[in-house]
């Protein structure tokens, strides 16, 4: 079946840029989707990009799809305490099958003052 | 606009026991979805309904039923609840279950489910 991949932890200093990488295994995925998940807090969509894009820039969230190695990334800069969340990848696959995301683990963002 | 709700946000079962939890959204979306978090995992979705009427089995279903009660509500129910449905249970809506933009997915704040 489908997998989305993350690396659990990823720690950053207050004012450098915070890169957040996903792979995923199907070829088929047709939209992927970056959520935030605050403690004690549901998902908050943070911006999704279409398959035929390469990149997206949304203010200080730029996500960079690549399909050939099925590699998805988030990059947020100048980042703050209050971008102190767990990230979540998701995948939707097109095809047969349950509708919904695939997501992954998520990576947990920890800032250091 | 509200978006999604779910009640109750927390709720202690016994083993055996049963609960319903509720999910409504006012978005007039025509999806909607039943997740579980679980330390460690990401969401696993549980059952799905496209569209009001309809509803079909995800990843991981059993010792669940749903019921979309209306364009609104979509409830999930243990009917007798077991230790490892202890979960953080979301609910989440989408204009479509498929068809581009329109189905992005919109969440609710979680029901923490303990099973004793």
């Known amino acids: 079946g489908e997998d989305v991949e993350q690396s659990l932890f990823l720690s950053v200093r207050e004012g450098d840029s915070s890169v957040i990488n996903c792979t995923y295994t199907d070829s088929s995925s047709t939209y992927l989707y970056w959520y935030k998940q605050e403690p004690g807090a549901g998902l908050q969509l943070l911006t999704y990009?279409?398959?035929?894009?390469d990149m997206k820039q949304d203010q200080r969230l730029t996500v960079l799809l690549n399909k050939k190695d099925k590699h998805l990334s988030l990059r947020i800069a100048d980042t703050q305490t209050g971008d102190s969340a767990i990230y979540f990848c998701?995948?939707?696959?097109?095809?047969?099958?349950?509708?919904?995301?695939?997501f992954g683990k998520g990576t947990h963002l920890i800032i250091q003052p | 606009n509200a978006g999604v709700t779910q009640t109750p946000k927390f709720q202690v079962l016994k083993t055996g026991q049963s609960m319903t939890l509720q999910c409504a959204q006012d978005m007039n979306h025509n999806s909607m979805y039943w997740y579980r978090q679980d330390p460690g995992m990401g969401l696993r979705l549980i059952y799905y309904?496209?569209?009001?009427?309809?509803?079909d089995k995800g990843e991981v279903p059993n010792g669940y039923n749903v019921s979309r009660l209306n364009k609104r509500e979509f409830s999930l129910r243990l009917e007798s609840a077991a230790p490892s449905q202890t979960s953080v249970y979301f609910c989440a809506s989408s204009e479509y279950a498929s068809g581009g933009a329109r189905e992005t997915q919109y969440f609710g704040p979680g029901t923490r489910l303990l099973v004793l």
């Open positions: 309904s496209a569209s009001e009427g309809t509803t």
């Open positions: 990009i279409f398959s035929n894009m």
């Open positions: 998701a995948v939707r696959y097109s095809g047969g099958g349950a509708d919904g995301l695939t």
